[in-house]
Structures are given as C-alpha cells and as structure tokens.
C-alpha cells in the first residue's frame, strides 16, 4: 500500500524512511485508513501517535508513545495499514 507524507509525496515502504519523515521531515506519513504522525505531549516533549480510522469490522482507535520507542509504534502502524 502507497504512504504519503503531509505534502502527498510517496514515502517508502521502511520504517527507517518513516522515522526519518516523523522527526525531521513533515511529521506525519498516512496509508489507506491510518496514520503516524508526531505530537507536543507538552512544551518540552514529543510522542508518536498512531491513528487507525473505523472500518466496517473495527473502532477508531489512536496509541501513543514516546519517540524513543518508534519500533513500537512503527509495529502498530505496519498492523493497521496492512490489515
């Protein structure tokens, strides 16, 4: 499935690629019925959040965790868009 990032240009299929996009480029990468993007959890700190939009079989639903677990986030992502 196709990623783009805010500015609808294709991102790769990797997750380094994604991290990179999260932290220093747009801040956000969307596929069909999901999303990752950063967020101010407050002044100083920042958080990945992971978006999934209701489908016919599931909830909306939406995680969050702290940049330094990416891999984490990244997993729930990768769940969400290929499912």
Known sequence: MEMINKLGMVVMD???????????GTGAVMAEGC????????????QITV???????????????????????WKQFDEWRLS
Do not use: C, H, M, T
């Open 14 to 24: 990797s997750p380094r690629v994604v991290r990179e996009e999260l932290l220093q």
């Open 51 to 73: 978006f999934r939009s209701a489908g016919k079989d599931y909830p909306r639903e939406r995680k969050s965790y702290e940049v330094e677990r990416f891999d984490q986030a």
């Open 35 to 46: 999303s990752i993007f950063v967020e101010a959890s407050n002044v100083k700190d920042k």
